[in-house]
């Protein structure tokens, strides 16, 4: 399964964004998505994760109560809601498969991305 994000843009402290990742492939429902991100200068670093159904869901502890996962198996896409947002989640957002644990562990190949900048 293919997985692609987009949704980023520059938006100020305080404001939201709503990231999707949309998938190809008719397996897209069977697995676990997640988000990650990277910051320029930093290692790439798990976000949030939901499960096949959407019934399961983890999030990084540096987002709990800020960001939302979630999915919509019929438009084979999961979105990253995200608000209340800080100069310090300005990152390139990526989504990819993986498995369904606290840290959300990828196994997929990476996509593009997609430019997140939250300016103070």
């Not at 399961?56 to 438009?75: E, H, M, P, W």
Request: with cysteine; aromatic share 12%; proline share 2%.
């Amino acid at each position: 399964v293919q997985l692609q994000a987009s949704g980023g843009g520059l938006v100020q402290a305080g404001g939201s964004l709503r990231l999707s990742c949309a998938a190809s492939g008719r397996t897209f429902s069977s697995y676990a998505v997640g988000w990650f991100r990277q910051a320029p200068g930093k290692e790439r670093e798990f976000v949030a994760v939901i499960n096949w159904s959407g019934a399961s869901t983890y999030y990084a502890d540096s987002v709990k109560g800020r960001f939302t996962i979630s999915r919509d198996n019929a438009k084979n896409t999961v979105y990253l809601q995200m608000n209340s947002l800080r100069p310090e989640d300005t990152a390139i957002y990526y989504c990819n498969v993986a498995v369904l644990t606290s840290q959300g562990v990828p196994f997929g190949s990476w996509g593009q991305g997609t430019q997140v900048t939250v300016s103070s």
